[in-house]
C-alpha cells in the first residue's frame, strides 16, 4: 500500500515549456487534490476532483489544467510554464470531499 | 486575504516541555480544522482535527483547542521531543465544499 505517490520527484523546466505532473493512490480514494506550496504562503489548491468524471477550479488554477484519468489517477499539465510556476506540488486524495486528506511527497518543479 | 493565519513562523522548546503552536481564523463558517505535521523533502501528514461542535481532542501527547468566540485554535504537544521537530500547518473547512484552507505554517524545534 504506497499510499499517494507522485512522479517526477524534480523537474526543471525552461519558460514555455510544458509538462505533465503525474499523481496515483491506491486507497481506493474518490476525492483527489492538486496544492501548490510557496514560501510564505502554505498550501494554497490549484484544482480538485471531488469524484471520478469532475473537476473544480482551487483558489490559483490560471495556468494550469487537470485530468481525473480514472479513479486512480489525477494529472497536473502546465502548457507553458512560467517562473512564477517555481514551487512544490503536492497531491492529495480523501475517502470523501469531507474527510481526512493524505497527500503524496511532492513534486519540486523549477522554471527558469 | 489570509482566511487561516499562523502568527508564529517558528517555535523553539526544549525536549520533555510543552509545544503549544497556534492558530486564527475569519471565517465563522468553518466547520472543521486540521493540523497537518510536514518534514523537509516529504508531504504534510494528518496529526489530528476538531469539529467545529467540540472545544477539545485529544490524542496522545496531542491536543488541539478550539475557542469559536476568539477564533482560535492550538494543538500542545506534551510532552515535546526531538522527532517532534517539522513544520505545522493549520487548516480548516469551510461548510460547504471541499476545500482546505491552509495557514502559512509554524516551524517547530525541539532541542534536548
Known amino acids: 500500500n504506497a499510499g499517494v505517490t507522485q512522479t517526477p520527484k524534480f523537474q526543471v523546466l525552461k519558460t514555455g515549456q510544458s509538462m505533465t505532473l503525474q499523481c496515483a493512490q491506491d486507497m481506493n480514494h474518490n476525492s483527489m487534490y492538486w496544492y501548490r506550496q510557496d514560501p510564505g504562503m502554505g498550501l494554497r489548491l490549484i484544482y480538485y476532483s471531488a469524484s471520478e468524471g469532475t473537476t473544480d477550479k482551487g483558489e490559483v488554477p490560471n495556468g494550469y489544467n487537470v485530468s481525473r484519468l480514472n479513479k486512480r489517477e489525477f494529472s497536473l499539465r502546465l502548457e507553458s510554464a512560467a517562473p512564477s510556476q517555481t514551487s512544490v506540488y503536492f497531491c492529495?486524495?480523501?475517502?470523501?470531499?469531507?474527510?481526512?486528506?493524505?497527500f503524496g511527497p511532492g513534486t519540486r518543479l523549477l522554471v527558469l | 486575504d489570509q482566511q487561516v493565519k499562523q502568527n508564529s513562523p517558528s517555535l523553539s522548546v526544549q525536549e520533555g516541555r510543552i509545544s503549544i503552536l497556534n492558530c486564527d481564523y475569519t471565517?465563522?463558517?468553518?466547520?472543521?480544522f486540521l493540523w497537518y505535521k510536514k518534514y523537509p523533502a516529504e508531504g504534510p501528514t494528518f496529526l489530528i482535527s476538531i469539529s467545529s461542535i467540540k472545544d477539545k481532542n485529544e490524542d496522545g501527547r496531542f491536543t488541539v483547542f478550539l475557542n469559536k468566540s476568539a477564533k482560535h485554535l492550538s494543538l500542545h504537544i506534551v510532552p515535546s521531543q526531538p522527532g517532534d521537530s517539522a513544520v505545522y500547518f493549520c487548516a480548516a473547512r469551510p461548510g460547504i465544499g471541499v476545500k482546505l484552507i491552509f495557514g502559512t505554517g509554524t516551524r517547530l524545534q525541539v532541542f534536548p
Open positions: 471565517n465563522s463558517m468553518f466547520d472543521y
Open positions: 492529495a486524495s480523501s475517502r470523501g470531499g469531507k474527510e481526512t486528506q493524505y
